[in-house]
T-cell receptor, first 109, second 114 residues
Framework: RKEVEQDPGPFNVPEGATVAFNCTYS??????FFWYRQDCRKEPKLLMSVYSSGNEDGRFTAQLNRASQYISLLIRDSKLSDSATYLC??????????FGTGTRLQVFP | DAMVIQNPRYQVTQFGKPVTLSCSQTLNHNVMYWYQQKSSQAPKLLFHYYDKDFNNEADTPDNFQSRRPNTSFCFLDIRSPGLGDAAMYLCATSRGDREADTQYFGPGTRLTVL
């Protein structure tokens, strides 16, 4: 079993739709959680950190459920420019981060 | 204001011909990482440096080596590239003042092996 699991998608949604991604992690000692965005043939870029209290950045909302060991990302009012792969990333008590394989989102007009 | 710079962006080499990829950072971060990413896969950590301390991943082949001559620069040497080493190579940095910290990636070097 992979340490970080995501539905690879693709999620195909129309502009303006709301879309949600989930991610599960297996190690209960995990302590840092992130969503990264990766465009085709580009590097991953930090989208947002995820906190236990949940956090929101504009149209993006991230939630963490430690009891169930899952992380979610909600995107409201999807834009064409949101089309990308979203990587769920988890860290433990080391310098290393564990990356999921990503969920691909395609927003169409 | 490039913060993590990788050179070259595209590298073509021949089977078995050594190649060196370069990464530099202007963030003054303590930790530098090298990842290998193949199509539709997660970035795979090869090794990282905390300052001058080298940390190799258990499953990184001996064919891959790294050097960090100073805080700003880190190199990835592939001694004898095989066809299976064709991938995107990503360099990343983090402050290192707390565990599991945010990592910042360079634009990557796409390696082709002929």
């Amino acid at each position: 079993r992979k340490e970080v699991e995501q539905d690879p998608g693709p999620f195909n949604v129309p502009e303006g739709a709301t879309v949600a991604f989930n991610c599960t992690y297996s190690n209960s000692a995990s302590q840092s959680f992130f969503w990264y965005r990766q465009d085709c043939r580009k590097e991953p870029k930090l989208l947002m950190s995820v906190y236990s209290s949940g956090n929101e950045d504009g149209r993006f909302t991230a939630q963490l459920n430690r009891a169930s060991q899952y992380i979610s990302l909600l995107i409201r009012d999807s834009k064409l420019s949101d089309s990308a792969t979203y990587l769920c990333v988890v860290g433990r008590n080391t310098d290393k981060l564990i990356f999921g394989t990503g969920t691909r989102l395609q927003v169409f007009p | 204001d490039a913060m993590v710079i990788q050179n070259p962006r595209y590298q073509v080499t021949q089977f078995g011909k050594p190649v060196t990829l370069s990464c530099s950072q202007t963030l003054n971060h303590n930790v530098m990482y090298w990842y290998q990413q193949k199509s539709s896969q997660a970035p795979k950590l090869l090794f990282h440096y905390y300052d001058k301390d080298f940390n190799n991943e258990a499953d990184t082949p001996d064919n891959f080596q790294s050097r960090r001559p100073n805080t700003s620069f880190c190199f990835l040497d592939i001694r004898s590239p095989g066809l299976g080493d064709a991938a995107m190579y990503l360099c990343a940095t983090s402050r290192g003042d707390r565990e599991a910290d945010t990592q910042y990636f360079g634009p990557g070097t796409r390696l082709t092996v002929l």
